[in-house]
Each structure stands twice: as structure tokens, then as C-alpha cells.
């Protein structure tokens, strides 16, 4: 969405919430003043300066958003603006980052006495990751108001903005394209490598430069001469034309023929099904294929700094799990001489693991996004990533569970602005 103005989102916001009320709770709106006050809890997918549960600084926005005049603004104080100009019994209570709300929706589904959820993440049109963090292991000055009692805080890690200098990311010629022409040039580099909104243009870039490449001839067998549609390109010579649907249809059709892919091809790009060979179908899976695992082992490989950073994975072995080994002081493992001290039920975890000494601890997450919903394998390609990092190895991946939460931001936000309502 590009707007000039933040009214024109938060007065769409506003009005689909009226809207809610009309449909499901008109009593809600009869005007009387003994109706109850409705709590919303606001699932804000963007970055922002959180110093409280329900207000927020709009630091800059991702995903396609460009509405320059609500940057460094209160998000909450604008959408309860239009609330209240449309005199909705409605407040604000609790300002939700979607892997937040994953990590509350997943953590309210599980049984209680299990593993309880450390980690959410996203996967979808944008990405992100949120974990529980000790508040001694925060360096930053926290401003505003917040619980000292529990020790912890969920940190928001933003980490679609990793690595924008390409100090370590890969960066080929078509990564440099869709960076080039997103409306944030410079900005959320791991995000453009890894989220939904930009692998189907990354593909498509590759699939246009092969057609024009009189080497490859890709879609040669079909009429592209004049590449038009009636006064507008086909989407194949689109720019941003082409969804990120075409990579799960790739990854998941292994015919002989392909002719599930052949007519998702003809559907995404308008190249006709039938002037679209088996030949060329098989290099768009290739292409798709590498795409899309190279997304998910760089998602594990996010996933798998946090769960490291967290030091909850491993945990001190009991002296006689050891045998021969020297008996070790529960507070140490290895070389490390300040562990977490454990939660009431958990082990005293070890944050640099030793086989001789640790053993693995199970660590569960939450996952949410079309993505990883819909993108076959995409949570495989992410375990072979895990597995590859010193420090998690296949003992420590096999204890990592990661739980799909179907719009689990939006059901964490609700649950979020419960909590907070009770607790106000």
C-alpha cells in the first residue's frame, strides 16, 4: 500500500472493525452508555519502538508500505483516533509484532506440563523472528513501561533488515534486480532473499533473461515475438506480475509430464499451457526449486542463531549421565561459566554444548506465514539448515519443534489484548 496520508490505512481499519461490529455484535453499537468496551489487540507487522503494550513508534515500513507521514508516530493512537471518530466502544489494548502473536497462539494451543514456546516466527508475505530473552542480556536502555518481575521480554529480532550491507548474504545479478526495483532499495536484504512478496519476481527475472538468451531458448516454442496482451506486457516481462504460488507448484508436481506446473506457468506468466514444452516446464522447477530452498535454509539458518543466542537447547548432564566424565559444576558446561539459570521445571541449560557434557533440550516454535503453510518441504529445507550449524548438529535439530499456527498472529493478538485487559 502506498498512501500519502495515515488515515487512509487506519480509516480502512477502522471501518472493516465497525463493520465486524454491525455483522456480529450490533448490540455493540446501540449506543447505550452501559455497553461494554471491546478490547483489540493490533497485529502491526513492521518494525517498530514498542514502550508499551499498546503504544508504538512506526520506525520504518517493509513489505511494499510506503506511507511516509506515519513514521514516528503512535500506530495505536492513530487507528483509536478513527475509532473514536466513528464512536466505536473500542480500544486499543495491545499492540501485537505477528511472530509475537505466533509464539502466544502456539504457546495457548500446547498442553500444559509441554515444552512451552520460546520462539515465533514468520514466513509469509514478510519474515521475522521474536524469542524470550533474559532482561540481564539486553543491553539497550528500555524506556517505558514494562513487568520486571518475570526477568524476561520478547525481543523482536526484525531480522528481514539482516545482513542490508551483503557483508555474508549471497547476492547474484537478479537478487541485485529485485532489489533494485522494490520501493525500498538497500533495505530488508534477507527479507528479499527469504519472503513470499519477493521470490515469484525473483524467478521471474531469471525465466525473462533466459527467453531473451538466444543460448537457452527458454519458451521458444512459443509466439513471444510482440510479449503483449492486447496494450499490457503478459506478466512474464511484468514486473512483480508473477506470485510466489508458482514455487509451490513447481516443488510439488514430479509428473513425468508436468502438466500441473505447465498450466500454472501458462497461468502466472500467460504463455499458453500447450506452447509451453516439458523442457521448458523442467527448468522452471529447477529454477523454483533452488529458489525456494535457498529461502528456507536461509530461514534456518536464522532460526538456528536465535535458538543458539536463547542458550536453551543444551543442557548440563547429571554426573551420572556423565559415567567416566569429571563431575562438572551444574552452573557450567564446556568453557561456559555464566548459563541461564534454569526456569522452575527446566534443566540448567548449557549454551556452549559439549557431547561429553550436555544433552540436547527440546525447543519449540512456532511458525506461521503462507510460505512455510504451502511451500512443500520448505520446513525439511529448513532442518537441513539446522542440522549444518555448529552447535545444533542432527542431536539438537531432532529436538526443535516447530508447530504451523494457522493465522496464529492474529489469534496471539487477541490473546494478547485479553491478558492485557485483565491485567489493566
Known amino acids: 500500500m502506498v498512501a500519502p496520508e495515515a488515515a487512509e490505512l487506519f480509516a480502512f481499519i477502522a471501518d472493516q472493525t465497525e463493520m465486524l461490529l454491525k455483522t456480529h455484535h450490533p448490540s455493540c453499537l446501540s449506543g447505550s452508555e452501559n455497553v461494554c468496551v471491546l478490547s483489540l489487540g493490533l497485529t502491526f507487522s513492521f518494525p517498530v519502538y514498542q514502550h508499551g503494550i499498546n503504544s508504538g513508534i512506526l ?7 510506503d506511507i511516509p507521514s506515519v513514521i514516528g508516530q503512535d500506530v495505536c493512537e492513530l487507528l483509536q483516533h478513527q475509532i473514536d471518530q466513528r464512536r466505536l466502544p473500542v480500544k486499543v489494548t495491545a499492540l501485537v509484532n505477528d511472530a509475537a502473536g505466533t509464539i502466544m497462539s502456539r504457546a495457548y494451543s500446547l498442553p500444559i506440563g509441554q515444552t512451552r514456546t520460546s520462539i515465533g516466527t514468520i514466513f509469509g508475505t514478510g519474515t521475522n523472528g521474536v524469542y524470550l530473552e533474559k532482561l540481564r542480556n539486553i543491553s539497550k536502555s528500555l524506556d517505558g513501561s514494562f ?6 521480554m520478547f525481543v523482536s529480532i526484525e531480522w528481514g533488515s539482516f545482513d542490508n550491507g551483503l557483508s555474508v548474504l549471497p547476492n547474484t545479478t537478479y537478487d541485485v534486480e529485485v532489489n533494485r526495483t522494490s520501493i525500498n532499495p538497500g533495505n530488508q536484504m534477507f527479507e528479499k532473499r527469504v519472503s513470499g512478496m519477493f521470490l515469484g519476481e525473483l524467478l521471474r527475472i531469471v525465466l525473462a533473461e533466459l527467453h531473451a538468451d538466444p543460448a537457452v531458448r527458454l519458451f521458444h516454442s512459443s509466439d513471444l515475438s510482440t510479449g503483449f496482451e492486447g496494450a499490457n506486457p503478459i506478466p512474464l516481462f511484468r514486473p512483480w506480475a508473477v506470485d ?5 507448484t513447481a516443488e510439488l508436481d514430479d509428473s513425468d509430464d508436468l502438466t500441473i506446473l505447465r498450466q500454472k506457468i501458462h497461468q502466472i506468466t500467460g504463455i499458453a499451457s500447450v506452447l509451453v514444452s516439458i523442457d521448458d516446464a523442467r527448468v522452471v522447477k529447477v529454477l523454483a526449486h533452488a529458489i525456494g530452498r535457498r529461502a528456507a535454509r536461509l530461514g534456518g539458518m536464522a532460526l538456528g542463531a536465535v535458538i543458539l543466542k536463547s542458550e536453551r537447547l543444551w543442557s548440563v548432564k547429571k554426573s551420572e549421565e556423565t559415567m567416566s566424565s569429571p563431575k562438572i559444576n551444574e552452573n557450567q558446561c564446556s568453557n561456559a561459566t555464566d548459563a541461564i539459570p534454569p526456569l522452575e521445571g527446566e534443566a540448567t541449560r ?5 557431547p561429553s557434557k550436555c544433552r540436547p533440550c527440546s525447543i519449540d516454535v512456532g511458525v506461521d506465514g503462507s510460505v512455510i503453510e504451502y511451500y512443500p518441504r520448505f520446513d525439511a529445507y529448513m532442518r537441513e539448515a539446522l542440522r549444518a550449524i555448529k552447535g545444533i548438529g542432527t542431536e539438537g535439530e531432532k529436538k526443535i519443534q516447530m508447530g504451523l499456527t494457522k493465522d496464529g498472529s492474529s489469534v496471539g493478538a487477541a ?4 491478558v492485557a485487559a485483565q491485567q489493566a
Open 147 to 152: 513487568d520486571l518481575s518475570t526477568g524476561e
Open 59 to 65: 520506525l520504518r515500513w517493509t513489505k511494499g508500505f
Open 244 to 248: 510466489s504460488s508458482i514455487l509451490s
Open 350 to 354: 548449557c549454551p556452549i554444548p559439549s
Open 415 to 418: 490473546i494478547i489484548a485479553l
